[in-house]
């Protein structure tokens, strides 16, 4: 196996530290590593990564090296096209919002070839700090309590904390107390100051788009958890940044096939029907619908970055005997990308046709 035309990282780990993280795949626990990057050797640690996805024969990983350094290593084992993520934020960059970064690389493992991987730019200080954008804090929506209600979306019943399914990554405990305070005053304020605080606390043009943009791509898993939020320094706004859109475009987080009408064109969340509620938001949200059905989200505007990446990532995904895919499989997918962005376009036309209020 080889991985021709893609950049090459290597890791080299002790067969016991190797062990350890094995004995309990769901433990965070780091293990040392060397890493070599870009012709660079350094002392990294790495540890899994994933829900689910910490079961199956090819883990993902997270490895932190240097200062702050920190990449998210996924094998996209579910996904035969190995692109669902990478095509997902790209598509949220043409839409003009920030998203994690990715590239295509090859992974060896002690000496041998452990397959292609997609990796993954974290969203931390860093992230930030590359596109200017000001962030006092920083908030992983981590599993579905995330949902920004009252209710535990399994028990049916009262939180017990209102941070259940939040975990602070920046910040300070008044980080904590002001989540608190917002998801507490959106399911508890009247109507009429409802709309006055959201318009302060929460960017709703950026909230809108992220809104669309999970819509369109049809990521099911992605209302309720799979994303950060951030307070922005100069207007101290919530705004929000997609995170694992591997279920997506035609398949769910499985990989399983999935129709195309699978996501609400409304969405979901205890926030987003809070924000729908209101004239002006349903108006401004129809209105992005309208111009990505018109500009972005169209075969036109997305092929060529299929393309583009099939094109890169052939070879080494010929080559790659570590996926439980065959290559006929990872062939015919753009065909599937395509049935499914017709097939989206025309669900969400017809509902704007008749969502009128």
């Given amino acids: ?78 996904d035969p096209s190995m692109i669902r993520n990478a095509l997902s934020f790209r598509f949220f960059r043409m839409m003009g919002l920030p998203a994690p970064r990715t590239k295509h690389m090859w992974l060896e493992w002690n000496g041998y070839p452990h397959g292609v991987y997609l990796e993954i730019e974290s969203v931390d200080s860093a992230f930030f700090r590359r596109r200017n954008i000001g962030s006092k804090s920083l908030i992983y929506a981590v599993n579905d309590k995330a949902n920004f209600s009252l209710i535990d979306p399994e028990t049916e019943e009262r939180k017990e904390s209102l941070m259940e399914g939040y975990r602070v990554m920046k910040g300070n405990v008044y980080t904590e107390k002001r989540l608190v305070r917002f998801v507490s005053r959106i399911n508890r304020l009247p109507r009429g100051t409802l709309r006055s605080y959201m318009a302060k606390r929460l960017d709703l043009n950026v909230y809108l788009k992220w809104l669309a943009g999970a819509v369109l791509t049809g990521n099911y898993d992605g209302f309720d958890q799979n994303y950060a939020l951030y307070e922005h320094t100069s207007t101290g706004k919530y705004r929000i940044i997609p995170w694992d859109y591997e279920g997506t475009w035609g398949r769910n987080c499985y990989g399983r096939l999935c129709g195309s009408d699978l996501v609400d064109v409304k969405g979901y969340n205890a926030l987003t029907v809070k924000v729908l509620s209101y004239k002006s938001c349903r108006q401004a949200y129809r209105k992005i619908l309208k111009n990505m059905l018109n500009s972005k989200f169209t075969l036109d505007a997305i092929e060529p970055v299929i393309d583009s990446m099939y094109e890169q990532i052939r070879p080494a995904i010929r080559d790659d005997f570590t996926r439980k895919w065959p290559f006929r499989s990872f062939e015919e997918e753009p065909e599937l990308f395509r049935s499914y962005i017709r097939e989206r376009r025309a669900i969400i036309e017809e509902e704007l046709e008749v969502w009128k209020d």
Avoid: C
């Fill in 1 to 78: 196996m080889s991985g021709e035309g893609l950049a090459t990282r290597k890791i080299t780990i002790d067969e016991a530290d190797l062990s350890r993280l094995q004995a309990d795949v769901w433990s965070n626990e780091f293990a040392p590593v060397k890493l070599e990057m870009d012709g660079v050797a350094m002392d990294a640690k790495l540890r899994f990564r994933g829900g689910h996805t910490r079961n199956y024969p090819k883990k993902s990983y997270e490895i932190h090296y240097g200062t702050n350094g920190i990449l998210h290593w996924n094998a996209e084992f579910d």
